[in-house]
Structure formats: C-alpha cells, structure tokens
C-alpha cells in the first residue's frame, strides 16, 4: 500500500552537446520517460504515482463545493484563500483554489497519458498481457476521474490523450462538453470492463497488498454518476448537465454494485464520538472491513515522506486547537472562522446524532473572546492529531455506497 503513495518523478531531459555524433544519447545516470520502463514495477510505479495525483482532491471538494454552497461561508477579518470563492469572484489569477482544481487534475491526467503511452510502446516489458490490461484500465479509470473532475467545475476543458510537451499544450483548445463527456464514457467502459472486481484474486489481479485501488465497481459507480449528471438542467450554459435524461443508464450499473453483495449500509454512521465501526472512523480505514467504501483517497500517517491528508482541519479555525488543553498552534487550522449556515443546521432533527459528529456548535476561546461560530468538524478526532497539520491519518471516501444508491 504505501507504494501507492511514493511520488513518481519522472525528469525529461533535452541534450544540448557540441559533439557530432549521437546526439540522441540519453544520460545513463538519470531516469526519464524512454529510460524508466524496463520492468513490471516500473508500469506499477508509474501508476501510483497516478493514485498520488488524488492526495489534494478532499480539500478541492470542500472549498469548490462545500465553501461555494450555502453551506458554510468563511467568517475573515483580512482576505483569505477562500474568500473569492465564498464571494463568487469573476478574476482567475487570485482564486488560488480554482487555479488548483485545473493544475492537480492535468498533471494527474499527463502522469496517466505518460504511463499509457509508455504500456503502447514498452508493452513486452510489463511482464504479462493481463496485467499490461489491468495497469491500463487503472490509469484510463484515473484519467476519467480527473476529467470528471474537470467537466464539472469548467464545462469546456481541453482533451489531451497523450503526453505532450508545455509548448504543444497552450495549443489544444477547450473541447465542446459532449467530447469531453464521450471521452470520459470511453476509459471508464474500458476500467469497467478489465478492472478486478475485489482485492482477493490471484496476480496481474488485486491481492491484499492492492487494497485501495480502483475496482470495477468504483468504475460503475464513476461512469453511472456521469450519465446522472448529463441527465441534469444545463441552466443555459454548456456545463456538466445537459438534460440527456440519462437515469436509465446508470441504473444497471448502480444494480450490479449492489448485487455483488460488496457493500453494506453501515447504520453506525454517526454520533459523537465517531464509534470505532463508524464509516468516517480512524479506527475503521481500510475499505476491506469498511463496506461503505467503494473508492478511497487513501493516506499513510507517520511516514518519510508525508503521505498523510490535510482535509480534516481545512474548515476547523484555528483558534479552536489552540484553546485544546494539549493546545498546539503550530499544528494550524483555517484562518478566521469557516462558519456553518443556520439553514443546514436548523434542517437537522433533534434526536439527530449526526449533527453532533459534523458540526461544532458549542462556545470556545478565539484569541481571549468566545466565538460562537458553528463550524464543520466531520472528519476531525481531537484524540488522533498528527505532529504536522499535513499528515492526518484519516482516508477520504470518494466513493460511498450509501451516496450512490440513496441512503440516507
């Protein structure tokens, strides 16, 4: 598993020489592209550093979703990160979380048109056919991720099917949404089709090591999200939806994950605390024994280097774990107070347990004042905080049975 993690560096290096002849020498010291792929571990390696591309995407989720809704709105004395999503500003260049979204997807869409690239000119290498088949429908399902991704914020993204130099990329225009979406259907019929199903078969197919990457059923799941979402308005705008009416196309595909027998509802969702069965539990992180996971962001706690998450104190101010009795102000939070919306508040029932688990709704210290501010907390244990603010050991469920199939 935590080679899942290890970052892939991959230097592409010109040769400028004097000499007259072989100028087409590669450095024999250093890796790149045409140099790496030389055995399976290679292809496997190349492809987690795919899986490395997801490591920001709970924190993109919570302020281009979260921030942008009526949720929660970021309570700031001075200008901060979030506030031009909060304020729906129009400029580019100072809306750092959208210019975020865009650079984290491309650069894990050029490693996964990279590590396709490479399987088409390298195959012999891989080892194996089946798993030459298997590292592809994992890149073209990751690919598809990221181009989900992409569709839904911008609308219009430009296609690139494979690795291309800076130079060649300002190039491509943004692509009609229904080119976007036809490319996105392609990879993810493809991951449905050659992905292992479950993380017990025999190799190129998943073992207990493989635990976390993309199943056939997170392909399903993915694919019959995109025709859910075409099935939506357009709002008079080319964006994600297009009001295709495509329900009953993803309706199969949300049958056959819950006919697999796969995944459960887990009715020790929340209360306060999080019990150690609980579905957002840090005692209940690998989705072998955590049903409700279709499709996990996995991170590593205590590792060199950090491979853990950040996206459990992004909304959690940081004068609340400075009033914490082990209080550490070094650790950080959000600057200013990421306010919870009475309205989402108000929606929940008494006798609800999951608002306590989910929102901090009683007074604390704020810099000698007491802030009455609720704020979001869901994934945040007071009993498991890293030395670093960057190395929580929580997972992210991208993907979970109870949002895809209805369950409240």
């Excluded at 580019?92 to 959208?98: D, E, G, L």
Aim: charged share 15%.
């Amino acid at each position: 598993m935590k080679n899942k993690y290890f970052g892939l560096f991959i230097t592409i290096v010109t040769l400028v020489s004097s000499c007259s002849k072989k100028l087409d020498q590669l450095p024999i010291s250093t890796a790149t592209t045409e140099t790496f792929y030389k055995q399976p571990s290679d292809f496997i390696q190349g492809v987690n550093a795919i899986y490395n591309s997801l490591r920001g995407y709970p924190d993109r989720l919570l302020f281009l979703s979260e921030v942008r809704s009526d949720n929660i709105y970021p309570t700031n004395d001075v200008g901060r990160d979030p506030d031009p999503i909060n304020n729906f500003s129009l400029g580019i260049a100072p809306n750092v979380y959208v210019e975020e979204a865009w650079n984290a997807n491309f650069n894990g869409i050029f490693k996964a048109n990279t590590v396709l690239d490479q399987i088409g000119k390298n195959g012999s290498y891989v080892g194996s056919t089946a798993l030459a088949t298997r590292l592809t429908a994992e890149a073209r399902f990751l690919r598809a991720f990221f181009y989900f991704d992409l569709v839904r914020y911008y609308g219009k993204v430009p296609v690139i099917d494979h690795p291309m130099v800076a130079s060649e990329a300002v190039t491509i225009s943004r692509s009609p949404v229904a080119d976007v979406y036809t490319f996105i259907i392609d990879d993810l019929q493809f991951a449905v089709a050659n992905l292992p199903t479950n993380f017990s078969g025999a190799f190129p197919a998943y073992g207990a090591t493989d635990v976390g990457r993309a199943t056939k059923y997170a392909a399903e799941a993915i694919l019959a999200r995109v025709y859910m979402t075409r099935s939506g308005p357009t709002y008079g705008i080319e964006g994600p939806g297009m009001g295709l009416n495509e329900w009953s196309l993803a309706l199969p595909l949300l049958q056959d994950i819950i006919n697999s027998g796969l995944f459960v509802f887990n009715p020790a969702v929340y209360s306060f605390p999080v019990p150690a069965t609980g579905i957002f539990s840090y005692s209940n992180q690998s989705p072998a024994t955590n049903k409700e996971a279709i499709f996990d962001v996995i991170y590593l706690t205590g590792q060199t280097p950090v491979l853990g998450a950040t996206f459990p104190w992004q909304l959690v101010p940081q004068a609340y774990f400075n009033g914490l009795p082990a209080g550490n102000p070094s650790l950080g939070g959000a600057l200013g107070t990421p306010s919870v919306s009475n309205n989402l508040l108000n929606s929940y029932a008494a006798n609800d347990t999951r608002k306590a688990s989910t929102f901090h709704t009683t007074p604390y210290s704020n810099l000698g004042t007491v802030d009455l501010h609720a704020f979001f907390r869901k994934y945040l244990d007071t009993t498991k905080i890293p030395a670093s603010r960057f190395d929580w050991g929580i997972n992210f469920i991208a993907i979970r049975y109870t949002d895809d199939h209805g369950i409240k």
